[in-house]
């Protein structure tokens, strides 16, 4: 099976602490790599993951609040300073470029790349990303500011050869692909070998859902629905549910509801509010509600 991982850099929310680092993710699917939200720091986390800089081609920053996006500026300029000559594609809310541009300008000028800026609205679900084997659809979220999500989704994969059909019946290459996609084979006598005969079924494809900063929205249940992997924040416990809604964050357990009623895989939760020297409330507080709940911790890497 293709590499598909999700690479946890970050997962502190706004107020920093020696605890956590700004939010940030990275994907590697099948070796290219995937930048989710850029907080302070990132670069650093993204040296002590040990992941390869140069296969960072797109990354896609869910909104404007600092703790996604401050990190930006200084991997821009890190990225030139490390002689980097391929295109650096932001997916991002429009307003982002209007505010990048002057501090590159300043801070970057001769870097020997480019940066290419690709404006989506945050408020409709719409396809961003796509290449052979993924695609990247919006998520829209509810928060403070205009915020979306990310879906990742992989394409369905071919069937796999039987090699000891295959060479039983003596099929030619050009045959090949035609197989992979369903075909019955067809000898020069005219007889039909089925499909089911030379092929395995592939690995269904997978998906990853983040839900960045937002309210309780069920809404999103429909979307992300049978997700392997689904990262939903969780700044707070129920506890402080009055301070989480006048801060449009989720809960814990309203993250976990959102797992559980989607039926989603794994539920990653993170995101925390600074109050919390430990964790273990919010975690317990999700798996009662949702058993296949973890704590997203820095340098942690899941395989999907």
């Not at 590697?28 to 989710?36: D, G, H, P, V």
Request: with cysteine; proline share 5%.
């Amino acid at each position: 099976m293709e590499k598909f991982e999700v690479n946890i850099l970050g997962c502190g929310s706004a107020l920093p602490t020696t605890r956590h680092q700004a939010t940030s993710q990275v994907l590697n699917i099948r070796e290219k790599l995937f930048m989710i939200d850029c907080g302070e720091g990132t670069q650093v986390q993204l040296r002590r993951s040990k992941l390869k800089f140069s296969r960072l081609g797109h990354i896609f920053i869910s909104h404007l609040h600092g703790d996604h996006c401050f990190g930006l500026i200084g991997l821009i300029s890190t990225f030139g300073m490390l002689e980097r000559t391929a295109d650096l594609h932001i997916h991002c809310h429009p307003d982002l470029e209007g505010l990048l541009r002057p501090q590159m300008n300043y801070f970057c000028k001769g870097m020997p790349y480019s940066v290419i800026f690709h404006p989506y609205s945050p408020n409709t679900a719409s396809l961003i990303y796509e290449d052979r084997s993924m695609t990247v659809t919006t998520i829209p979220l509810r928060h403070r500011m205009p915020t979306c999500g990310f879906l990742f989704r992989e394409k369905p994969l071919p069937n796999h050869l039987r090699r000891d059909m295959i060479d039983f019946y003596g099929i030619p290459i050009c045959w090949m692909n035609r197989i992979k996609n369903g075909e019955d084979y067809v000898t020069d006598e005219g007889e039909v070998i089925a499909n089911e005969r030379l092929t395995t079924p592939a690995d269904p494809p997978r998906a990853y859902a983040y839900c960045s900063d937002t309210s309780f929205l069920p809404r999103i249940v429909e979307q992300i629905q049978g997700v392997d992997l689904l990262f939903h924040e969780a700044t707070f416990v129920e506890a402080d549910a009055a301070r989480a809604r006048q801060t449009q964050h989720s809960t814990a357990g309203q993250a976990a509801t959102i797992a559980r009623d989607a039926g989603v895989g794994r539920l990653i939760i993170g995101h925390y509010s600074a109050r919390y020297n430990d964790e273990t409330e919010l975690l317990q507080e999700a798996q009662a509600i949702f058993p296949r709940t973890q704590l997203a911790q820095e340098n942690l890497c899941i395989e999907l």
